[in-house]
């Protein structure tokens, strides 16, 4: 089977080189063929306006990757990662003493009664609390672990939105050297077709290469920009899930000490 596998993955890098040698030659003959395919002033030309269209594509894309960014802020840092949706500041020091109380660790049908009013909240903390299990009460180390469990599977529900978020902040400053360079290439060409065909730039083309560059300049400094804001609005949603996630796995820890 193994020989079988490494027959099969040489036959498929063969292949791979072949068609890279294939296309190669093919680019070779056309470059022959019809140099001016690969001219510069031709490649200018005829590719303006999808050079125009991607810059303002770049520039589309850098607004929509600042609106997701605000709203993902918007939605988990102040809606999503609320104290109150994890637990309320009574019902959690209810717990620890409901905790401290040895009959409660020693039978689970006592620590049922005396968590009942807590568990009638709704957020993350009645929801640990209505599942705890006999086992973990009756050892500390246990305790400790079901907490740290149960909450590493609530927390993870925000991975996505964190890993949303870096990859746009990864994205943004490329998007905006794109855009940087699809704007210089646009001036230099309005540039050269102004002086090949009349001799001199016009007003008129000056404004289109002041356009150009300014187009260039706003992609850079937005790409940037996002890269920053992303930056912030990642540490922000980090910081909020570490601070709730040792609030409430700190509790059996101080379950273990009386006032």
Do not use: W
């Amino acid at each position: 089977m193994a020989q079988m596998d490494n027959s099969i993955i040489k036959h498929v890098k063969q292949t791979n080189v072949l068609v890279i040698a294939v296309l190669l030659l093919i680019l070779l003959i056309v470059g022959f063929a019809k140099p001016e395919l690969m001219d510069s002033t031709f490649i200018s030309l005829k590719l303006r306006p999808f050079i125009q269209a991607g810059g303002r594509i770049c520039v589309f894309l850098l607004y929509a990757m600042t609106i997701v960014l605000v709203v993902n802020y918007v939605y988990y840092g102040i809606f999503k990662l609320s104290r109150r949706n994890f637990y309320e500041d009574d019902q959690r020091g209810d717990l620890i003493e409901v905790l401290r109380d040895p009959t409660a660790r020693a039978d689970i049908a006592v620590f049922r009664q005396k968590t009942k009013a807590l568990t009638a909240e709704n957020n993350t903390l009645a929801e640990i609390i209505a599942s705890m299990l006999p086992s973990a009460l009756k050892q500390q180390f246990m305790l400790e672990q079901y907490f740290k469990t149960k909450m590493e599977n609530h927390m993870s529900k925000f991975s996505g939105s964190v890993n949303t978020i870096s990859l746009i902040g990864n994205i943004g400053p490329i998007v905006g050297f794109l855009g940087t360079l699809l704007g210089l290439i646009l001036a230099f060409a309005v540039s050269a077709d102004a002086i090949r065909t009349e001799g001199q730039m016009t007003p008129d083309t000056f404004g289109q290469l002041q356009y150009s560059i300014m187009i260039a300049i706003i992609t850079s400094i937005f790409g940037v920009t996002i890269k920053v804001i992303g930056s912030i609005v990642r540490q922000a949603l980090l910081s909020k899930i570490g601070k709730i996630d040792d609030e409430i796995t700190t509790i059996p820890i101080e379950s273990m000490y009386s006032e």
